[in-house]
């Protein structure tokens, strides 16, 4: 069974609708069910702020069961062969950009989960209720608070799991395939800074003149629980502390980059926003702390500041 959520940015619901039945069915009982939801009048899920004042939901610590590699030319290995460590310590031509036109979905996922069945289930003897990306995630998360940005995405149950893919929305491609130069150097700014502050051995030191590459990643893979719902998902990890007693997940750094904040009406305005998501990307997957740099207008960082991921709602509420 399939289904697809819709989050729309103009209106104050998040949009339910089936879209496929279930592959398990037969052809005939496949186009009845295809009728019938058609038919079926959309559900709908309020997005009203108010609605979500309440105390949180029991969330478990999340523990990473597991972590993958992906290469210059987004092959998948199933070890650390991409993870860095935090040091605290001609654009065009050295900048080689993941192509975000193709939409990998659940594959990298997907190919940790059958090389790594014994660590599922070593854990918990039943199969995760959903199992997604963190990103994904994120999204959900922050749709009571995010006006501007909507979402899609596609829910199909495979024996019991549910396995959770984004679909990228017209509005979504749209800013996509109109990015301008000065976007795309914005977003290479980012990507530079890490290279700044990140060495691939516990020893090392950065390599600042290398070539940024996005098709590089590290993920980690943890399992966690929201009230009574399992969760398994990935998220990409930026960086590890160089203290190798530290656990993951508790050992990782998240890397930001954000605008210099020059008066009290700007650094309202990114506590409100920017950090909220912030929070809400390493709050996920257990990341304890957030290094962000901010830059001048020209791209050069001129402060440094880190953020504990669970301080943050504080941060946020005294605005």
Request: net charge positive; glycine share 4%.
């Amino acid at each position: 069974m399939a289904q697809s959520y819709r989050r729309d940015p103009h209106h104050d619901s998040v949009y339910k609708r089936s879209r496929d039945p279930s592959s398990d069915l037969n052809s005939d009982k496949r186009h009845r069910a295809s009728d019938e939801a058609q038919h079926r009048p959309a559900e709908t899920l309020s997005a009203h702020r108010q609605l979500y004042e309440r105390n949180f939901p029991l969330y478990k610590q999340p523990v990473e069961v597991g972590f993958f590699s992906l290469d210059s030319h987004r092959n998948f290995f199933n070890d650390q062969r991409k993870l860095r460590y935090y040091v605290e310590d001609g654009y065009t031509n050295r900048f080689v950009k993941r192509d975000d036109g193709v939409k990998e979905k659940l594959d990298h996922m997907l190919k940790w989960i059958l090389a790594n069945r014994d660590k599922i289930k070593t854990r918990d003897q039943t199969s995760s209720s959903s199992r997604t990306w963190r990103g994904h995630l994120t999204k959900v998360l922050t749709t009571p608070y995010e006006t501007q940005e909507g979402w899609m995405l596609a829910a199909s149950k495979f024996r019991g799991t549910i396995y959770i893919s984004e679909v990228e929305t017209e509005a979504a491609r749209a800013n996509r395939v109109t990015r301008s130069e000065r976007q795309e150097e914005m977003m290479y700014w980012g990507y530079k800074f890490e290279q700044y502050t990140c060495a691939d051995d516990v020893n090392g030191t950065p390599d600042p003149g290398g070539v940024v590459n996005t098709n590089e990643a590290f993920c980690t893979v943890v399992q966690t629980r929201l009230a009574d719902h399992k969760l398994l998902f990935s998220g990409e990890v930026d960086c590890r502390v160089r203290d190798d007693a530290v656990p993951a997940p508790g050992c990782y750094v998240e890397l930001k980059t954000s605008a210099e904040i020059c008066t009290p009406k700007q650094r309202s305005n990114f506590h409100r926003y920017k950090l909220l998501k912030w929070w809400a990307q390493s709050f996920l997957p257990g990341v304890p702390q957030i290094v962000a740099g901010f830059r001048d207008h020209d791209g050069i960082v001129v402060s440094i500041e880190t953020f504990q991921t669970s301080k943050i709602s504080q941060l946020i509420k005294s605005v």
